[in-house]
């Protein structure tokens, strides 16, 4: 169970943002981001309905809205905003690698909107972050002919997803995760069908491609089975072991993307990669070691995007309790869950009391 809990939110969470480009070749960006969380909100719900029962949504009327607030920041505006940039022709690989920079952007926001202080380290490593986010920015990170206009698209949905999930863990949410994500993607992709009808997304299902079809079939199983496999993780595995998925997620959406889709990756591009990677370790890193030097039983960890791709929102750890954002950055799920959902988790092999903090979607992405 351990190996595939791990190998879904590794490769099935990384390969979220490739599943993005496929599916934007012929669905509407937003129609078909919408479609795609109210399917896969209906089959958390039913998840949830079949294991817990009704009861599981007798919420405060604050959960709903907190719940249903991170869904709108973290699935219709950080992965609906990735899935408009790769329509717009922006690769796959270049969107995770911006997606991934979501860590140092939440520390950013603690400093600036939370006024927190945060060691020399954790600056360090925002700094670091920065400067390979800039490089990816580059006109030559971009494949000739990408306009700029999708790769600044990212960088809000990435800004989007790390509001998202820097708010998560100051809202009141839903307890459950399943019933927290339910509820985000329902909200989510609810917003981005409406806007995408509103502002003229042409719907001809005649015109769209059973390659399409397909990738979108797969970002709703991805979406459920990666909330899923995290939940497991969370509770069952070490917080080191469940926070490999910041490094590894967007190694594999790069691989995806050169390996299946043909996509190029320049030199400065590789650059931007390999420091906006060390930025993430460095991050994770400070901010573990400063929570053990101040000998703090919690530590709030900022949540990179996958998860970003397929990445998805912040999300509560399953029954036993609150827990923090997760950012899928998701582009995926939310592909950006980056741990970055909103709320607490049970610190695992710890009672439902202790709390974990919220690691890097999504992306859910």
């Known amino acids: 169970m351990l190996v595939a809990a791990v190998a879904t939110v590794w490769i099935v969470w990384g390969s979220t943002f490739l599943g993005i480009r496929v599916m ?4 509407p960006p ?11 909100g209906a ?4 998840l949830v309905m079949k294991t817990a029962g009704p009861r599981a949504y007798r919420l405060t009327a ?13 699935v219709a505006g950080g992965v609906g905003l990735f899935a408009i940039a790769e329509h717009g022709g922006l690769p796959s690989s270049l969107a995770a690698l911006i997606a991934s920079s979501e860590a140092a952007l939440v520390l950013a926001l603690r400093v600036v909107a939370g006024r927190e202080r945060i060691s020399s380290a954790t600056a360090f490593g925002v700094g670091v972050g920065a400067v390979g986010v800039i490089l990816l920015l580059l006109p030559g990170s971009r494949p000739e002919g990408i306009p700029m206009w999708t790769a600044l698209v990212g960088v809000a949905g990435s800004i989007t997803w790390a509001s998202g999930t820097y708010l998560g863990s100051r809202l009141q949410t839903a307890p ?19 806007v995408g009808l509103l502002v003229g997304e042409q719907v001809h299902p005649g015109a769209f491609s059973t390659r399409s079809l397909v990738a979108l079939g797969s970002l709703v199983v991805a979406s459920v089975a990666v909330y899923v496999a995290y939940g497991w993780l969370i509770r069952n595995a070490s917080l080191s072991l469940v926070t490999t998925q910041a490094y590894v997620n967007p190694v594999v959406a790069v691989a995806l993307g050169v390996l299946v889709a043909n996509e190029t990756l320049g030199g400065t591009a590789a650059i931007g990669m390999a ?5 993430v370790a460095l991050t994770l890193r400070a901010e573990r070691h400063g929570a053990g030097h101040a000998g703090e039983e919690d530590v709030e960890l900022a949540a990179p995007a996958a998860q970003r791709t397929g990445g998805m929102p912040a999300v509560g750890v399953a029954d036993t309790g609150p827990m923090p954002a997760v950012a899928m950055h998701d582009t995926g799920a939310f592909a950006r869950p980056a741990l970055t959902d909103t709320g607490t988790f049970a610190r695992p092999g710890a009672s439902d009391t202790g709390t974990i903090p919220a690691v890097g979607e999504h992306r859910h992405r």
């Open 24 to 27: 934007v070749e012929t669905i």
């Open 30 to 40: 937003m129609v078909g981001s919408g479609v795609r969380f109210l399917l896969g």
């Open 43 to 46: 089959l958390l719900v039913l």
């Open 62 to 74: 604050e959960q709903w809205r907190g719940s249903a607030a991170l869904g709108l920041l973290l």
């Open 176 to 194: 459950s995760l399943l019933v927290n994500v339910s509820i985000q993607m329902l909200a989510g992709g609810l917003v981005l069908l409406t």
């Open 275 to 279: 420091i906006t990677l060390v930025a």
